[in-house]
């Protein structure tokens, strides 16, 4: 009986199965050389082409042996090198014949390429079985970003004589934006992926606060009006843009940190928040410059944020398009540009200073 070992992406042993069958490599084995009756070896057992074909010194069992997963290099050499196991999805694996093995296996690994893919957050172990049994809620809160981020976009850029600051879509800010984005960031944490949780639930406070902004009942802007009759007025003060432009511009440094952490994610999330940091300074220095009295050059800054804000949801409704046909395992997938294998993991680094110290 031998013993087989199924390794994860980062080498590490997650299953192992018994088998009675044996992978011979050495030619010298008795079932190829020339049959003996007089040693009690049977005639029919002749060496034939298949034998030659099935035993021949390069074969690679899809599973490693216990001597190969004994040393760091072999099960290294095994994972770059060998046949795809049943019960791994590589970088090489399309999406959807990855996700009808993720439908159809009790126990599987999946490549760190294909996660962020589907979560929009590097591997992780955490989720244990929640991922097969619930939905993936990354596609529901980024639709709560986008049907929100859109309108406002073209809103700010005052295409067919739209305005007024996106208070024509306050509604979506609370009921889609902040509501959905909030709701799948809150089952992200419970699959354990963090990053998505945090971002998730961040922007859906941003949506839920520009709403009570706006919202005549929460009196944010009233208490700048110059006419007590018309709280209106004081969407135009200097003071409340002056103010307002701040909680603007630590959104920026938000969306900056998120920049630099989804370097570990892929190309389309980078766009994304590349483009809502653009948004967010380029935006906070209009409000500014309305705060001083320029108007002029406010009005073009706050084109230009709106341009930003539009480039960052058409890369947000492209990946949210790749994730609903993975979801529906279309046969055409569209990439997302991933680049979590060009920055080494921490963990990763630590492994190797302990495994090889200096």
């Known amino acids: 009986m031998s013993t087989f070992y199924l390794c994860s992406q980062n080498h590490s042993i997650v299953g192992q199965m018994d088998t009675y069958l044996a992978f011979h490599r050495d030619r010298d084995h008795p079932r190829l050389k020339t049959p003996d009756p007089e040693k009690g070896f049977h005639p029919a057992r002749l060496r034939t082409p298949d034998h030659?074909?099935?035993?021949?010194?390069?074969?690679?069992?899809?599973?490693?042996?216990?001597?190969?997963?004994?040393?760091?290099?072999?099960?290294?050499?095994?994972?770059?090198?060998?046949?795809?196991?049943?019960?791994?999805?590589?970088?090489?694996?399309?999406?959807?014949?990855?996700?009808?093995?993720?439908?159809?296996?009790?126990?599987?690994?999946?490549?760190?390429?294909?996660?962020?893919?589907?979560?929009?957050?590097?591997?992780?172990?955490?989720?244990?079985?929640?991922?097969?049994?619930?939905?993936?809620?990354?596609?529901?809160?980024?639709?709560?970003?986008?049907?929100?981020?859109?309108?406002?976009?073209?809103?700010?850029?005052?295409?067919?004589?739209?305005?007024?600051?996106?208070?024509?879509?306050?509604?979506?800010?609370?009921?889609?934006?902040?509501?959905?984005?909030?709701?799948?960031?809150?089952?992200?944490?419970?699959?354990?992926?963090?990053?998505?949780?945090?971002?998730?639930?961040?922007?859906?406070?941003?949506?839920f606060t520009l709403g009570a902004t706006l919202t005549p009942a929460f009196n944010a802007y009233g208490e700048y009006a110059t006419d007590p009759n018309n709280i209106a007025t004081g969407l135009t003060s200097r003071q409340f843009h002056a103010s307002f432009g701040f909680f603007l511009l630590f959104m920026g440094l938000l969306s900056f940190i998120y920049l630099i952490c989804a370097l570990r994610t892929n190309l389309v999330f980078v766009a994304i928040f590349l483009g809502l940091l653009l948004t967010f300074v380029v935006l906070t220095g209009a409000y500014w410059q309305i705060a001083q009295g320029n108007q002029a050059f406010a009005q073009k800054l706050q084109v230009a944020a709106g341009a930003f804000g539009f480039m960052a949801t058409m890369a947000g409704w492209w990946i949210f398009f790749a994730q609903m046909l993975a979801s529906v395992d279309f046969p055409i997938q569209i990439p997302v540009g991933d680049i979590s294998h060009l920055i080494t993991p921490m963990s990763e680094r630590t492994k190797r200073q302990e495994k090889y110290p200096a």
């Open 52 to 207: 030659e074909k099935s035993f021949a010194p390069n074969f690679n069992p899809t599973f490693p042996s216990v001597q190969n997963v004994s040393e760091e290099t072999n099960r290294r050499d095994y994972l770059n090198n060998s046949p795809t196991s049943p019960y791994h999805l590589g970088r090489d694996i399309p999406s959807d014949e990855a996700l009808n093995k993720i439908r159809t296996a009790n126990s599987i690994t999946i490549s760190p390429e294909l996660f962020e893919k589907i979560y929009l957050n590097p591997a992780n172990n955490g989720g244990g079985t929640l991922r097969q049994t619930f939905g993936n809620p990354t596609p529901l809160a980024l639709l709560g970003f986008l049907l929100s981020l859109s309108p406002l976009s073209c809103e700010l850029m005052g295409w067919r004589g739209a305005g007024g600051d996106g208070i024509a879509t306050v509604g979506a800010y609370y009921f889609i934006g902040g509501f959905l984005m909030s709701l799948g960031g809150i089952l992200e944490f419970f699959l354990g992926n963090t990053f998505s949780f945090v971002v998730f639930c961040s922007f859906g406070g941003f949506w």
